[in-house]
């Protein structure tokens, strides 16, 4: 009689994982939003490179039938979306990215002065907590292609940071050396984070989304120390020194 050995079963394992994605929030006109991009990927070629892109469609609310041609201009300039985020539609064809749920949103809104100081009054004392953020520390130069990305909290680097190179915080940046890169300061939905640098080269400086490139700063903030922090919607660059 011959005996037959047990088949082993296998499972299938699932596993977790959570990743920084970028969102592109496209608003009408679309000529003009898309003039904009075209200057962005112009002054940083090969920044959406590998990386994953959701696309925001809750300000623009087109069409079903619009994605599509929106999506077909993003690949024409290498911007590969992975996901769709568009309240009130329920599905999409199978061309198209997949439509995201359950996302959650950084971006930090800030109430009115006269209503955030009732707010504090009416909320009971709690005690400190220490804050969940963290510093990251660079202590060797950012070499040309490197990329820096720290969503919990300040970068600092104690040298320079070399042009091609970026660094994406989700606090302020702080540069003890020269800034030739690109930085990108509350990267994450933080409007008062800032960007400080001893020496003022760099390519593309950015606050919660809003920028300002190399040929748009004014010529006294270059080779000097400056701070660039948003005010209004303008990244303003102005001399530490």
Not at 43 to 71: C, E, Q, T, W, Y
Not at 155 to 168: D, M, N, R
Not at 177 to 197: E, H, P, Q, S, V
Request: glycine share 10%; with cysteine.
């Amino acid at each position: 009689m011959n005996s037959v050995a047990p088949t082993e079963k296998k499972s299938i394992r699932f596993r977790a994982r959570s990743f920084v994605a970028f969102a592109l929030v496209p608003e009408a006109p679309l000529a003009e939003w898309f003039q904009g991009l075209d200057g962005w990927i112009e002054n940083s070629p090969g920044f959406f490179s590998g990386r994953p892109v959701v696309l925001d469609l809750n300000m623009l609310k087109p069409a079903v039938s619009d994605i599509g041609p929106l999506v077909s201009e993003l690949a024409a300039r290498g911007i590969r979306v992975y996901a769709i985020e568009a309240k009130g539609i329920d599905a999409l064809g199978p061309e198209l990215p997949p439509l995201l749920v359950g996302a959650r949103q950084t971006v930090i809104e800030e109430l009115p002065e006269e209503t955030e100081q009732n707010a504090k009054a009416a909320a009971p004392a709690k005690p400190e907590e220490a804050s969940a953020s963290s510093t990251l520390i660079i202590e060797s130069p950012i070499r040309s292609g490197q990329s820096i990305l720290h969503p919990d909290g300040d970068v600092i680097v104690l040298g320079s940071a070399s042009s091609g190179s970026e660094i994406i915080a989700g606090g302020s940046i702080h540069v003890y050396g020269t800034l030739r890169g690109r930085a990108f300061a509350g990267a994450w939905g933080n409007r008062k984070a800032r960007i400080f640098c001893r020496k003022n080269e760099a390519e593309l400086l950015a606050v919660d989304g809003w920028y300002r490139t190399a040929e748009d700063m004014e010529p006294s903030s270059r080779g000097r120390a400056i701070q660039a922090f948003l005010d209004e919607g303008v990244v303003l660059v102005t001399a530490l020194n």
